[in-house]
């Protein structure tokens, strides 16, 4: 678990830019808004839609962009279906990729990851090559500089996270996909704040690439996450120390 902390740590260290933020939240909106589409504006009956909106809070998304998204996805007159798909495939020097997309057109999105993968690369490749080595776990990020180790450990452990573990100023706890967001309210309700809240793909081992190689594998993550239908991007890929992104 620790390089998925590394990773998180350095995305810390040099803040989330403007367009990053604007990006994300973008995604979010959509997935609240289809959330709601496919089963209801009421969280407490609509668990998808509850974790989507505890990510977007965690966030720092604005509650009007919230209740906007909920309210275009009660009276969205568009009947698509939407599909959440899931590519993998491989970085240069090997390193494996998964893509999850949240589309209501499979020939578009299948068509774009495997274009940006080719151009930059990379490659798509079969189901299953590469989801062997991941697990899906809610990760929430608290900053070692407001809280200790000791309180965060104590309080997450008794609401039912996994584990707790600190590097390099963040403590990180992890949660099954199915106790993200009751583990995510009840520390906000015991006066947690939280840096980062999400449920994402963390491999089993991490594989350390130098500072030219590493970036190269970034171009590749930000080209993807640039796309439409894009949701999340997972690699297991261990940035090295000296890494700064561009």
């Known amino acids: 678990m620790s390089g998925h902390n590394k990773w998180s740590s350095i995305k ?13 939240f973008t995604k979010l909106i959509k997935e609240i808004t289809v959330a709601t589409k496919v089963g209801g504006p009421e969280p407490e009956s609509n668990a998808t839609l509850r974790t989507a909106i505890l990510k977007a809070k965690a966030e720092n998304m604005p509650k009007d962009n919230i209740e906007r998204a909920i309210k275009k996805g009660v009276g969205d007159a568009d009947t698509s279906t939407y599909y959440e798909l899931t590519y993998e495939g491989y970085a240069p020097n090997g390193i494996a990729i998964i893509v999850d997309t949240l589309t209501d057109n499979k020939n578009r999105t299948a ?12 490659s798509l490749g079969t189901t299953g090559c590469v989801s062997y080595m991941f697990q899906t776990k809610g990760v929430i990020e608290y900053s070692e500089e407001k809280y200790s180790e000791d309180e965060i450990l104590e309080a997450a452990l008794e609401n039912g996270a996994e584990d707790v573990v600190t590097e390099d100023g963040i403590i990180e706890v992890t949660t099954a996909p199915s106790d993200f967001a009751t583990v995510l309210e009840a520390m906000q309700n015991a006066g947690f704040e939280q840096e ?51």
Do not use: C, F, W
């Not at 810390?12 to 990006?23: L, S, T, Y």
């Open 12 to 24: 810390h260290k040099k803040g989330i830019a403007d367009a990053k933020r604007g990006q994300k």
């Open 196 to 246: 980062s809240a999400d449920v994402n793909k963390i491999a089993d081992q991490m594989v350390a690439l130098d500072k030219e190689k590493a970036a190269k594998v970034m171009k590749i993550v930000d080209r993807l996450e640039e796309l439409e239908d894009v949701q999340q991007v997972s690699t297991n890929l261990e940035l090295p120390d000296d890494y700064d992104e561009e």
């Open 111 to 122: 068509a774009d990851v495997r274009s940006t993968l080719n151009k930059m690369g990379g």
